[in-house]
């Protein structure tokens, strides 16, 4: 059986709420990925186009600094990283993530929680950043989903 992680960056708390059911449902265990900088509410306002995630969201190279890089990946075989959608992507400090350590070999599944969007390039933007890890698309998981459903999403991977 292989080891399972759960990292997760949530901006508002609906991505955090998700991760940690996960982690729960599955035995795996839990981080989160932190900004060294935290984001604010104005910082997150999509709608103004100088808000720090706008910004970075136009910035492909954007990748803002993590508060640790602490996660013992060298441990998983499996690796869940959740993240809310932004602009159809995965916000750039997920990047950020994936490329302050080793993926080698690893399985890198996605998860996301989203207002409306889908995952859209997500899978092709990460790519670059962990080249040397097989990344696939899991599953939006919005709302509250249940335990066994959550259980059943991690048994797939």
Known sequence: ???KL???????????????????????DLYEIRPAVPYTRADLNWMDKQ????FEMRDKSSRPALADNKANIA???????????WWYVAPTIINSFLEAYDFSGKKIVLFATSGGS???KAVA????????ATIVEGSLLNG????AKLKAFADEY
């Open 1 to 3: 059986m292989s080891k």
């Open 75 to 85: 441990e998983y075989d499996t690796i869940f990283v959740g993240f809310p959608i």
């Open 144 to 147: 509250r989903p249940n335990e």
């Open 125 to 132: 933007n990460l790519q670059t950043s962990a080249p040397k």
């Open 51 to 54: 808000s720090r995630s706008s």
């Open 6 to 28: 759960v990292a997760y960056f949530s901006a508002s708390g609906t991505t955090a709420n998700v991760a940690k059911s996960l982690a729960s449902a599955s035995g795996a």
């Open 118 to 120: 889908g995952f859209g």
